[in-house]
C-alpha cells in the first residue's frame, strides 16, 4: 500500500537484495568524538541511532578511515584495526532496532591527511603527486606499490565492516578525498597510466570498487559516493561527472552524486550548501547523471522539503534521497512526513552551527535542536516529576522551547508575551529569502505549543508583582535582551531605524541604507537589502565584519558580497546623525556616508533589570536565553529546553 502522503518517497526501494523501507538515507556524518582508541563511545552510537529511530531507511557513519596514513582528523573509525569491530557491532546493532540498514563510508585523506595535526607513520602525506599540500605537509607520490596496497586497504575495511553487521558500504570516491584527487585534472598531474585522460584518472577508483567487491562479495551493496562536478579552477565539469558515473555504471549498486571539493572554501558552501543558495542545488548533477547510467543513482544538497524530495523522486531526477544536516536538527523528519505532520518538521536553517562545533568544540550541537549530542541520557525517561503551575514569561524560541517542554512532562503552563506575536528576534527572518527556514522554526513552535495546551497570553507585559500574584510554583523568565543604542548625537533622527523596519514585506526604509553595525546581524541586513537593490553601506567599529559569525557562514557571505554592491567600512566609528546621514571617524579622516535611513544593528544588550526583578516572585524562578547573555538562537532553545527539565 502506497503511503498517502508522499507515495513515492515512502516507496521502498531494493538495492542488491537488500530492502530500504524508504527513500530518505542518511548520508554519511562522522564522529566529533570517540575514545581514545578511535572506537565509537556509546554516546556516538546513540546519536546515529536517534537518527535510524526518527524513520530513515539507512543511516551512514562517516569517515572510517582504511589506512593509517589516510586519517584526516585525530578522531575516526579506524577500519584498518580489528580492535574496532566491536563498536562497530553495537552501531550496526543499534540501527537494526529501528528497522534502518546501517552503512559505513571507506575513505582515505590522501594528500589532505594530517589536515588536522594527525602525524601519519611516514611524517609524509601520499597523493597522486609530490607537492606540498595547502597546510604544509610534504606529499608523496604513490607508488604502483602503494597504489594496489590502499585498494587493498578498502577491500580489507569493508571485509571488516561487513563482519560487524553493517549492511552496506559506501565509498568515498569524491570531495577531494584520495580517489577524487586521482579522478580530478586539477589535482592529478601524473604521466603514468594513473593520470592524463579520465580513463587513467578514473583506474584507482574502479581497483578500489574491485577490490572491495572481491572483500564483500557479489551480493552486499557498493555505494559510491562521487562529485558530479567540481566547481573549482582546473576541475572537471558535469560532461566528464557524466563519463565518470558510466565508469563506474554496474560495477556499484548505489551512485551518490555530491559537488566539490571540500577543501576548497570557495566551493566547500556547494558541497555543504549555505542559506544563500537555494535548496536542492545539486539535484541537477544527479538528474543529468541518471539519465546516462542504469545504477540507482542518490542526490543530495540542502534538501529540507518533503514535497521537494517527493517531487525529486517522482519526476525520476533520482532514486534515492540522502540527509546529513536535516537529520540533526529533526532526526525525526521521516516519521513525521509519512506520518501527515510535516507542519511539525524542524527545518535545517543551514547557519552552520553544526559543523562549527564539530570543528572547534569535538561536539554534535544544532541551533534548533537541544538534544542532539545528548541522546544517550534521553533513551531513558526522566524522573517522573509532580505537576506544577508553571509561568513562562517571553515568547521567544527560548520560551516557547521551555512552555513545550514543561507541558510535555505534565506541568499547567502559561505563556505571557508582551507583543501581539509569538517568535522574539526571529520574526526580523520573515520576509528575508534566505531565512525562511529559521522563521519556520517560529511556526513549527506556535503549532507545537497549540498541541501542547500551553494557556498563552499575547499582547500582555506581565511584571513581576503580577506573576508574584499568581502564585506559581516556578516562573521561567524568558524575555529577552534590548538592541543596544549607541549614545551619539542625533540617534533619535527620524532616519535612525531599529531591526522592526524588516517587519514587514518592504522594508519601511529608503534607498541609501547605512547599517551602524557590521556583526553577523548586521552583515546579513546587508546582504537582504543588496538583493532588494538598495544602496547599502556597513559601518563597524571593529577591525573586521562579522566577527562574530561561524567562519564556514562568514565564507558563505564572502561570497555573495564579492559580487554585491555592498560597502564595508571596518574600524569606523559612528561620530554624529544628521540630515545628511552618518557622520564617521575612519583612519582616513571624518567622513560623511549619505543615508536615507541609518539601520541600527550595534547589537543586543540582556535585559537584566527586569530579569532580576522576577527573582522571589515564585519558589523556584529560572532565566533563559538572551536575558542571561545576548547570544544565538541555539543557547535559547537549549537552555529553554533544560531549565524546563529541571522543574
Keep these: 500500500m502506497k503511503n498517502k502522503y508522499y507515495p513515492h518517497l515512502a516507496s521502498p526501494i531494493t538495492i542488491n537484495n537488500l530492502t530500504f523501507k524508504n527513500r530518505i538515507l542518511g548520508a554519511p556524518m562522522s564522529n566529533p568524538e570517540l575514545d581514545s582508541d578511535c572506537n565509537m563511545r556509546k554516546e556516538e552510537i546513540a546519536f546515529h541511532e536517534n537518527r535510524a529511530r526518527g524513520g530513515l531507511a539507512g543511516v551512514a557513519i562517516g569517515l572510517g578511515i582504511v589506512d593509517a596514513i589516510g586519517r584526516s582528523h585525530t578522531k575516526e573509525v579506524k577500519l584498518y584495526d580489528v580492535m574496532s569491530l566491536p563498536s562497530l557491532k553495537e552501531a550496526a546493532n543499534a540501527m537494526h532496532r529501528h528497522n534502518c540498514n546501517a552503512v559505513m563510508e571507506l575513505a582515505h585523506g590522501g594528500k589532505f591527511a594530517n589536515a588536522r595535526g594527525h602525524g601519519s607513520a611516514e611524517g609524509v602525506n601520499i597523493g597522486p603527486n609530490d607537492e606540498i599540500n595547502g597546510e604544509g ?12 596496497r590502499v585498494a587493498d586497504c578498502f577491500g580489507q575495511a569493508a571485509k571488516l565492516v561487513k563482519e ?8 568515498h570516491g569524491g570531495h577531494g ?41 557479489p551480493d552486499f551493496p557498493i555505494e559510491f559516493r562521487m562529485s558530479g562536478a567540481e566547481f573549482t579552477k582546473g576541475g572537471y565539469g558535469i560532461e ?20 566539490g571539493v571540500h577543501e576548497d572554501p570557495e566551493v566547500f558552501v556547494r558541497t555543504h550548501p549555505s542559506m544563500f543558495i537555494e535548496h536542492g542545488c545539486n539535484v541537477y548533477l ?58 511539525d518538521i524542524t527545518r535545517c536553517c543551514r547557519c552552520f552551527t553544526c559543523f562549527y562545533n564539530y570543528l572547534t568544540n569535538r561536539t554534535f550541537c544544532c541551533a534548533f535542536n537541544p538534544v542532539v549530542g545528548n541522546e544517550l541520557e534521553h533513551k531513558h525517561a526522566f524522573p517522573p516529576t509532580t505537576p506544577k503551575k508553571v509561568i513562562v514569561v517571553g515568547g521567544g524560541p527560548g520560551g516557547m522551547e521551555a512552555a513545550i517542554t514543561a507541558a510535555g512532562r505534565g506541568h499547567s503552563v502559561t505563556l505571557y508575551e508582551k507583543n501581539s506575536r509569538l517568535g522574539g528576534q526571529l520574526l526580523s527572518e520573515q520576509y528575508i529569502p534566505f531565512k525562511q527556514d529559521m522563521y519556520n522554526f517560529v511556526k513549527v513552535l506556535e503549532g507545537r505549543l497549540a498541541k501542547s495546551g500551553v494557556d498563552v497570553r499575547l499582547n500582555t507585559e506581565l511584571t513581576a508583582e503580577q506573576a508574584a500574584a499568581e502564585n506559581a510554583d516556578v516562573i521561567i ?15 533619535d533622527n527620524e532616519k535612525v531605524v531599529g531591526l522592526t523596519a524588516l517587519h514587514q514585506p518592504e522594508p519601511a526604509l529608503g534607498q541609501k541604507v547605512v547599517i ?86 550595534a547589537g543586543m ?18 532565566e533563559t536565553g538572551d536575558c542571561i547573555k545576548a547570544g544565538r538562537v541555539v543557547e535559547a532553545v537549549t537552555t529553554g529546553y533544560y531549565r524546563a527539565i529541571d522543574i
Excluded at 479 to 491: C, W
Design 605 to 622: 544588550k540582556a535585559d537584566r533589570k527586569t530579569a532580576e526583578s522576577f527573582y522571589n516572585a515564585a519558589p523556584r524562578v529560572f
Design 137 to 148: 605537509h610534504p606529499v608523496r607520490s604513490m607508488t604502483e606499490e602503494d597504489i594496489y
Design 516 to 601: 551602524l553595525g557590521g556583526g553577523l546581524v548586521g552583515s546579513e541586513c546587508a546582504i537582504y537589502l543588496d538583493g532588494l537593490g538598495k544602496d547599502v553601506t556597513i559601518v563597524e567599529m571593529k577591525d573586521d565584519w562579522a566577527a562574530d559569525s561561524y567562519f564556514m557562514h562568514k565564507n558563505a557571505m564572502k561570497i555573495y558580497m564579492r559580487d554585491s554592491n555592498i560597502k564595508i567600512h571596518v574600524n569606523t566609528t559612528a561620530k554624529a546623525i544628521t540630515d545628511k546621514g552618518l557622520v564617521c571617524q575612519t583612519p582616513e579622516g571624518e567622513l560623511v556616508i549619505p543615508a536615507d535611513n541609518i539601520l541600527l544593528a
Design 164 to 171: 560487524a553487521g553493517f549492511d552496506m558500504v559506501l565509498i
Design 477 to 491: 523568565t524568558a524575555i529577552g535582551a534590548k538592541p543596544i543604542v549607541p549614545p551619539i548625537p542625533g540617534i
Design 286 to 343: 544527479a538528474a543529468e547523471i541518471k539519465k546516462h547510467v542504469k545504477t540507482p543513482v542518490a542526490t543530495l544538497g540542502g534538501l529540507n522539503d518533503p514535497d521537494m524530495m517527493e517531487e525529486i523522486i517522482a519526476t525520476g531526477k533520482a532514486d534515492i534521497i540522502e540527509i546529513a544536516r536535516q537529520s540533526i536538527c529533526d532526526p525525526y523528519f521521516p516519521e513525521k512526513a509519512f506520518s501527515g505532520n510535516k507542519d
Design 240 to 259: 566528464e561527472g557524466i563519463e565518470m558515473a558510466k565508469a563506474i555504471d554496474g560495477k556499484v549498486d548505489i551512485i551518490h552524486v555530491s559537488a
Design 177 to 217: 578525498w584520495l580517489l577524487g584527487q586521482f579522478s580530478s585534472p586539477a589535482m592529478n598531474h601524473r604521466t603514468d597510466r594513473w593520470g592524463g585522460s579520465l580513463e587513467n584518472r578514473m583506474r584507482f577508483s574502479l581497483l578500489v570498487i574491485e577490490k572491495v567487491r572481491e572483500a564483500v562479495g
